[in-house]
């Protein structure tokens, strides 16, 4: 599974942003694709993840009601809409995919920066 993620640039605080991933390859392997970020200084974190074949949806408990997750299954692309960003969201946002919403990390795409501006 190939994962090509896109979308990332400078926004100022308040402002919205979305990315997108794109899954090619060997997609059948994958029955959940998901974001993660991981900020300076920290720990790479969960941001949400999204089952192909149903309509769970799992997001990471801080970022509810700002981040949602959906997906284009004829274009094999999940998106991550993020509203009302705040400086600490800046961080290199990484595309993955895997078994389920829970074990989502079996693949991983290249990283998107995002900086969010004060």
């Known amino acids: 599974v190939q994962l090509q993620a896109s979308g990332g640039g400078l926004v100022q605080a308040g402002g919205s942003l979305r990315l997108s991933c794109a899954a090619s390859g060997r997609t059948f392997s994958a029955y959940a694709m998901g974001w993660f970020r991981q900020a300076p200084g920290k720990e790479r974190e969960f941001v949400a993840a999204i089952a192909w074949s149903s309509n769970t949806v799992r997001i990471g408990d801080s970022l509810k009601g700002r981040f949602t997750i959906s997906r284009d299954s004829a274009k094999n692309t999940v998106y991550l809409q993020m509203n009302n960003l705040k400086p600490e969201d800046t961080a290199i946002y990484y595309c993955?995919?895997?078994?389920?919403?829970?074990?989502?990390?079996?693949?991983w795409g290249q990283g998107t920066l995002v900086t969010v501006s004060s």
């Open positions: 993955a995919a895997g078994r389920n919403v829970i074990f989502v990390s079996d693949y």
